[in-house]
């Protein structure tokens, strides 16, 4: 009884991802390259740079190392450094709003405190929408090779 049980749940056991360390090194590239287009606006874009660099790090090594393609995850990675980009821009408008109605102390405190928690937004949903779409392109990949 005991040999049984044994081999049922190796038969069970997660099937085995090879990492593409390929992929992940054009990725590492690929976010280097904007790092250095962005770098001479570091004085303007200084939190965007943080937050755009937590998101490609962890884009390039819990997505990239996925199946999928090459150019699909590339183009993912550029287009959430630009809604990263963006998204600093509609919060620092938003910021000077704040700063004009309630004074420069008061918003430094809340800025200081719910800046991150705001940039955690993004970063979580373009990450999320970024495993959906290889996902997505995975099954639909899958479900040609059932109909030929």
Same mark, same amino acid.
């Given at each position: ?8 749940? +190796? ?13 992940? %090194?054009?990725? =590492?590239g690929v976010?280097?390259?904007?790092? /250095?287009?962005? %770098? ?13 660099? =937590?998101?490609?790090?962890? $884009?390039?090594?819990?997505? $990239?190392?996925?199946?999928? +393609?090459? $150019?699909?995850? =590339? ?11 963006? #998204?600093?821009?509609?919060q620092l ?10 004074? /420069? ?6 800025? =200081? /405190? ?7 937004? #993004?970063?979580? %949903?373009? #990450? ?8 997505s392109a ?11």
């Amino acid at each position: 009884m005991v040999p049984l049980l044994a081999r049922n749940r +190796q038969s069970i056991g997660h099937p085995k991802v090879k990492l593409n360390y390929r992929h992940m %090194s054009v990725g =590492v590239g690929v976010a280097a390259i904007m790092f /250095v287009i962005y %770098s001479p606006l570091y004085s303007i874009l200084e939190s965007a740079l943080i937050s755009i660099t =937590v998101f490609n790090f962890l $884009f390039i090594f819990l997505l $990239f190392p996925l199946e999928g +393609q090459l $150019f699909r995850k =590339v183009y993912l990675l550029v287009g959430g450094n630009i809604v990263g980009v963006a #998204w600093y821009l509609i919060q620092l408008s938003c910021e000077g709003a704040s700063v004009f109605h309630s004074g /420069v102390g008061a918003f430094k405190i809340i800025a =200081v /405190v719910v800046g991150p928690i705001v940039d955690l937004i #993004w970063i979580v %949903s373009v #990450w999320s929408l970024g495993l959906s779409v290889l996902a997505s392109a995975k099954r639909r990949n899958e479900g040609d090779g059932e109909n030929n």
